[in-house]
T-cell receptor, first 110, second 112 residues
Framework: GQNIDQPTEMTATEGAIVQINCTYQTSGFNGLFWYQQHAGEAPTFLSYNVLDGLEEKGRFSSFLSRSKGYSYLLLKELQMKDSASYLCAVRVSGNTPLVFGKGTRLSVIA | DAGVIQSPRHEVTEMGQEVTLRCKPI?????LFWYRQTMMRGLELLIY????????DSGMPEDRFSAKMPNASFSTLKIQPSEPRDSAVYFC??????????FGDGTRLSIL
């Protein structure tokens, strides 16, 4: 089976930096995705990694190590609006659907 | 551009009734996915289509669930008969090739 693990909950302070980790054990690998989901809303795409290394997009960065089956999402200069769930997802092969982790609920406090 | 459109947004019905969820994917997208989200199990794939053809329905819980995609701009997910354990948020998503999936706003389904 496919297994994707991420912490259930995290809390961080406004203005700080937070790192959300994701580890995966899957039968194959063709890309790792991060989605943001605010309560009661749809998941929205944040970032995509298929090669090792860091992808930066404004305040958000995502890192991938394929040999370790590991990724993280880094959020800088946290804002209250960043309070949401962050979903890690792996594409196992080709254009097959994503396999999602259960998400990390991030609370940003003043 | 319009995103993925789902209807209804909320559905409350009694056990045993038929439920039909609808989805209009983004124009030009060739993949369509149906997911179910619960607190316990997270986001689970139910079925997906490529060019209107069902590719993998192994995630459909049982025969009470069925999905169709009669054309490139419309899909339905039907539950008959519905049971309380089917209560969840059902998301439809679409994508073009290997591009990221775009999700609809979901249907919050409650079976009493």
């Amino acid at each position: 089976g496919q297994n994707i693990d991420q912490p259930t909950e995290m809390t961080a302070t406004e203005g700080a930096i937070v790192q959300i980790n994701c580890t995966y054990q899957t039968s194959g690998f063709n890309g790792l995705f991060w989605y943001q989901q605010h309560a009661g809303e749809a998941p929205t795409f944040l970032s995509y990694n298929v090669l090792d290394g860091l992808e930066e997009k404004g305040r958000f960065s995502s890192f991938l190590s394929r040999s370790k089956g590991y990724s993280y999402l880094l959020l800088k200069e946290l804002q209250m609006k960043d309070s949401a769930s962050y979903l890690c997802a792996v594409r196992v092969s080709g254009n097959t659907p994503l396999v999602f982790g259960k998400g990390t609920r991030l609370s940003v406090i003043a | 551009d319009a995103g993925v459109i789902q209807s209804p947004r909320h559905e409350v019905t009694e056990m045993g009734q038929e439920v039909t969820l609808r989805c209009k994917p983004i124009s030009g997208h060739d993949y369509l996915f149906w997911y179910r989200q619960t607190m316990m199990r997270g986001l689970e794939l139910l079925i997906y289509f490529n060019n209107n053809v069902p590719i993998d329905d192994s995630g459909m819980p049982e025969d009470r669930f069925s999905a169709k995609m009669p054309n490139a701009s419309f899909s339905t997910l039907k539950i008959q008969p519905s049971e309380p354990r089917d209560s969840a948020v059902y998301f439809c998503a679409s994508s073009f090739g290997d591009q990221p999936q775009h999700f609809g706003d979901g249907t919050r389904l409650s079976i009493l």
